[in-house]
């Protein structure tokens, strides 16, 4: 500890010299003092330049998962290469990471781009999303998550860059056998979108023995929350289909109230379970994808989930709870293709890459209501 007189003395010394100055001893210098902000980017530049991957490629990073993965992609020094075409996603979510308007399936702008930059790895989470639109109109599914998916990784093995993240789902499972769910459970996808998730899953396998393409799936469980002292979260000009930004609208009196699809399912009150998982979670899941990446090659999944489901019923109980506020229910009928129980067995994602879920129900709850408040 500096007694109280060389602290004064070090104050006064950064007021003649704000940038940092050097204690000489017996001539030689002993002693480099830094602005903190400076030694930490000095430390930070140090870890870079023993990592392998630094440079990434984010298709989708304007979008919900993806622009919290770029924000923390930046705070550790990642230089972010962000690929989205904005049908979705918010341009002022991107934050200061490099921006190129386009599609990620473009393959003209794909080679454009891996001819103009030199990435280390590509992290992949532009995609249609929508497990009711995948059904009314699957060829929308197969052109976008199979076909572009298909352009991006070709580009990738032509410009030799072989490490990708791959946004995957839990709704490659479909209705589960066992709960929770293993990673080594049965597929048996009940949409075009699970299906189409699936098949990316396989291509990246084969892609793996034919071109060396390495590649970590990670399938998401149900992800939720906000960041919003950073501006990010869903896109709140959307129309919601997610349950937690729907019984928020309720309490906000956007809507009259929130139905419950369904309450004779095999569970504890009968309504459905689904393992919330907070999206900064998410995104550093993606950060520890990219290390297993620097010293693994190969195909690699994992679930992330937190191993704890709640109900629809427990889900309106906790808003009513964080936001004080009444919300009016009916019960509906079943929405199709609705699983009964989708729960995590993340043990092996802990296990290999030291992921652990930082956030419980109330932060997803409270950072999503300060988010759609806004
Ligand atoms: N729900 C309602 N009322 C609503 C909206 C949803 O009761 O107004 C129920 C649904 O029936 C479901 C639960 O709330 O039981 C969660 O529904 P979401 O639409 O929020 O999420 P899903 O579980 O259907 O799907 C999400 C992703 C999928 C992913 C899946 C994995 O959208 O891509 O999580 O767990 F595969």
Redesign the pocket.
């Given at each position: 500890m500096l007694d109280n007189k060389t602290i004064s003395e070090l104050y006064q010394a950064f007021a003649a010299s704000p940038n940092g100055f050097l204690i000489v001893d017996s001539g030689s210098p002993s002693f480099a003092v830094l602005p903190y902000k400076a030694y930490k980017a000095l430390r930070q530049s140090q870890a870079n330049s023993s990592k392998k991957i630094n440079k990434i490629l984010v298709t989708g990073g304007a979008g919900y998962i993806g622009s919290h993965t770029v924000r923390l992609l930046r705070e550790q020094n990642y230089e972010v290469v962000v690929l989205d075409n904005l049908s979705t996603g918010r341009g002022e979510a991107v934050g200061d990471a490099k921006f190129i308007e386009g599609d990620f399936s473009d393959r003209d702008l794909l080679d454009r781009v891996f001819l103009e930059e030199r990435f280390d790895a590509v992290m992949h989470f532009a995609a249609s999303?929508k497990?009711d639109e995948s059904v009314a109109n699957p060829a929308k599914y197969y052109e976008s998550n199979v076909v572009g998916g298909i352009n991006l990784v070709n580009a990738m093995v032509k410009a030799g860059v072989v490490r990708l993240v791959f946004s995957s789902?839990?709704?490659v499972y479909g209705e589960p056998q066992i709960s929770p769910i293993g990673e080594e459970s049965v597929c048996h996808p009940t949409n075009p979108?699970?299906e189409t998730k699936l098949c990316f899953e396989n291509i990246l396998k084969w892609y793996s023995g034919a071109y060396g393409l390495s590649s970590v799936s990670l399938r998401?469980?149900?992800a939720a929350g906000a960041l919003p002292e950073a501006g990010l979260g869903y896109n709140r000009s959307l129309d919601h289909?997610?349950?937690?930004p729907?019984v928020l609208d309720a309490a906000l009196g956007k809507t009259s109230e929130?139905?419950?699809?369904?309450n004779d399912y095999d569970t504890s009150d009968g309504?459905?379970i689904?393992?919330y998982v907070h999206v900064l979670d998410l995104a550093a899941a993606h950060i520890l994808a990219l290390t297993k990446l620097e010293t693994d090659s190969g195909t690699h999944i994992y679930n992330v989930g937190t191993g704890r489901g709640y109900s629809?019923l427990e889900i309106i109980d906790e808003v009513m709870e964080v936001t004080g506020r009444m919300i009016p229910m009916k019960i509906g009928a079943r929405?199709a293709g609705?699983p009964g129980r989708?729960v995590a067995n993340s043990q092996k994602i802990q296990r290999e890459l030291g992921w652990k879920p930082e956030y419980d129900l109330k932060s997803i709850i409270q950072s999503s209501w300060d988010w759609q408040k806004q």
């Amino acid at each position: 500890m500096l007694d109280n007189k060389t602290i004064s003395e070090l104050y006064q010394a950064f007021a003649a010299s704000p940038n940092g100055f050097l204690i000489v001893d017996s001539g030689s210098p002993s002693f480099a003092v830094l602005p903190y902000k400076a030694y930490k980017a000095l430390r930070q530049s140090q870890a870079n330049s023993s990592k392998k991957i630094n440079k990434i490629l984010v298709t989708g990073g304007a979008g919900y998962i993806g622009s919290h993965t770029v924000r923390l992609l930046r705070e550790q020094n990642y230089e972010v290469v962000v690929l989205d075409n904005l049908s979705t996603g918010r341009g002022e979510a991107v934050g200061d990471a490099k921006f190129i308007e386009g599609d990620f399936s473009d393959r003209d702008l794909l080679d454009r781009v891996f001819l103009e930059e030199r990435f280390d790895a590509v992290m992949h989470f532009a995609a249609s999303i929508k497990v009711d639109e995948s059904v009314a109109n699957p060829a929308k599914y197969y052109e976008s998550n199979v076909v572009g998916g298909i352009n991006l990784v070709n580009a990738m093995v032509k410009a030799g860059v072989v490490r990708l993240v791959f946004s995957s789902s839990a709704a490659v499972y479909g209705e589960p056998q066992i709960s929770p769910i293993g990673e080594e459970s049965v597929c048996h996808p009940t949409n075009p979108y699970g299906e189409t998730k699936l098949c990316f899953e396989n291509i990246l396998k084969w892609y793996s023995g034919a071109y060396g393409l390495s590649s970590v799936s990670l399938r998401y469980f149900n992800a939720a929350g906000a960041l919003p002292e950073a501006g990010l979260g869903y896109n709140r000009s959307l129309d919601h289909t997610h349950l937690i930004p729907r019984v928020l609208d309720a309490a906000l009196g956007k809507t009259s109230e929130i139905e419950v699809f369904g309450n004779d399912y095999d569970t504890s009150d009968g309504t459905c379970i689904r393992d919330y998982v907070h999206v900064l979670d998410l995104a550093a899941a993606h950060i520890l994808a990219l290390t297993k990446l620097e010293t693994d090659s190969g195909t690699h999944i994992y679930n992330v989930g937190t191993g704890r489901g709640y109900s629809v019923l427990e889900i309106i109980d906790e808003v009513m709870e964080v936001t004080g506020r009444m919300i009016p229910m009916k019960i509906g009928a079943r929405r199709a293709g609705d699983p009964g129980r989708l729960v995590a067995n993340s043990q092996k994602i802990q296990r290999e890459l030291g992921w652990k879920p930082e956030y419980d129900l109330k932060s997803i709850i409270q950072s999503s209501w300060d988010w759609q408040k806004q």
